[in-house]
Nanobody, 121 residues
Framework: QVQLVESGGGTVQAGGSLRLSCVASGRIESVLKMGWYRQNPGNEPEPLATVLGAGLKEYADSVKGRFTISRDTAKNSVYLQMDNLRPDDTGVYLC???????????????WGQGTVVTVAS
C-alpha cells in the first residue's frame, strides 16, 4: 500500500512564503501524477498545481506566477513553493498522487491527510 505525508504548513503574514513537501512511500512501481489541492471548510477541494511523471506542470489561474511545483523522482516527493501569499490562500493543502504499485497493474488515486496554511493580514 501507499502513504502520502505532507509537511511545511504554518501561519504567515500576507506577502510571505511557505514551502510544502509531500513524500510518497510504499510498494511504488510508478508515479503517474502528483499534485496539490486546497480545501476550505464546506468547500470542494480545488486543484492548484500538478506535475506529471514526464515533468509537465499545470497551475490554477489563482496561483500562476506565485506558486511553483517541483518533484524529486528519486524520493517520490513533490514540493510546492508558495510566494506572495494572500489571505485567500488560507486552507488545508492536500497532496494527491496517482500511483501504480508493485502488487497490481491498477493505478489508484491517493491522498494525504493535509497540512494547514494560514495567511494573516
Amino acid at each position: 500500500q501507499v502513504q502520502l505525508v505532507e509537511s511545511g504548513g504554518g501561519t504567515v503574514q500576507a506577502g510571505g512564503s511557505l514551502r510544502l513537501s509531500c513524500v510518497a512511500s510504499g510498494r511504488i512501481e510508478s508515479v503517474l501524477k502528483m499534485g496539490w489541492y486546497r480545501q476550505n471548510p464546506g468547500n470542494e477541494p480545488e486543484p492548484l498545481a500538478t506535475v506529471l511523471g514526464a515533468g509537465l506542470k499545470e497551475y490554477a489561474d489563482s496561483v500562476k506566477g506565485r506558486f511553483t511545483i517541483s518533484r524529486d523522482t528519486a524520493k517520490n516527493s513533490v514540493y510546492l513553493q508558495m510566494d506572495n501569499l494572500r489571505p485567500d490562500d488560507t486552507g488545508v493543502y492536500l497532496c494527491n498522487a496517482v500511483i501504480r504499485t508493485l502488487d497490481s497493474f491498477y493505478q489508484r488515486d491517493y491522498w494525504g491527510q493535509g497540512t494547514v496554511v494560514t495567511v494573516a493580514s
